[in-house]
């Protein structure tokens, strides 16, 4: 998701997604435990998406 496509959804959304990607972590996290990820830096991306997520609800609440 660009930061254009994510200042256009509401702080609801926004939310979600956050809640959506935060459950991705914890379940990549769990199969990197227990086996090699085919691609480890998929958590690094799914970590700064859900930085950028906060970051956009931090500005439009202001």
Do not use: G
């Amino acid at each position: 998701m660009k930061a254009k496509e994510i200042r256009e959804l509401s702080v609801e959304e926004i939310e979600k997604q956050i809640a959506v990607e935060r459950e991705q972590i914890v379940h990549l996290r769990f199969q990197h435990a227990v086996a090699d990820l085919p691609n480890p830096m998929i958590m690094r991306d799914k970590r700064r998406l859900v930085a950028q997520l906060e970051t956009i609800i931090r500005q439009k609440s202001v």
